[in-house]
């Protein structure tokens, strides 16, 4: 049995590491958000979502990027929905990019997980290599502005950091 749990656990560790290998750039805090564009629906041409539809609106924009099989970004989730819960929808918008996933486990995870603040589904690998993303759950604030304020929060400090932000 642990034979067979190493194995899998090699799988998915190699799995993570194709999957992120073709990051490409790493935007730190006080850098200007990279916008992307994606296709949210293969079958529709005018499907098109670009992060600068949510960043640099004049509103703090938690994103996080997730996908539905990492159990580490379904255990942030409620963290996730506790700021959208709480913090003031005319200062903050809360937004969730689904990377490395197939668009109808996206969907029904999303269902499932009770996400029902703004998405861009199907990005795939468009905001890792634009972001340098190694790894998920990957959460960056960004500011009114669009500049980067804080990469990598987890748990209650999403919402507490953010608070502290929108209350300055």
């Given at each position: 049995m642990k034979k067979i749990f190493s194995i899998a656990a090699t799988a998915c560790l190699i799995m993570l590491t194709s999957i992120f290998a073709n990051a490409q750039n790493t935007p730190k805090e006080g850098d200007?958000?990279?916008?992307?564009t994606v296709q949210e629906d293969p079958s529709n041409p005018n499907s098109t979502v670009s992060l600068s539809k949510y960043v640099g609106k004049g509103k703090w924009v938690i994103a996080d990027f997730w996908a539905s099989w990492c159990g580490p970004c379904r255990k942030e989730i409620p963290y996730i929905n506790k700021a959208y819960q709480n913090l003031p929808k005319d200062k903050v918008t809360v937004l969730s990019i689904a990377v490395a996933d197939k668009l109808e486990n996206t969907k029904a995870a999303a269902t499932e997980l009770g996400i029902v603040w703004e998405q861009i589904v199907n990005a795939?690998?468009?905001p890792v290599k634009a972001y340098?993303?190694?790894g998920i759950p990957h959460i960056i604030v960004?500011?009114?502005d669009g500049k980067i304020a804080k990469v990598g929060l987890r748990g209650d400090d999403i919402y507490n950091y953010t608070k502290g932000l929108i209350e300055k």
């Open positions: 200007m958000f990279v916008d992307f795939q690998q468009v340098g993303i190694k960004f500011a009114p």
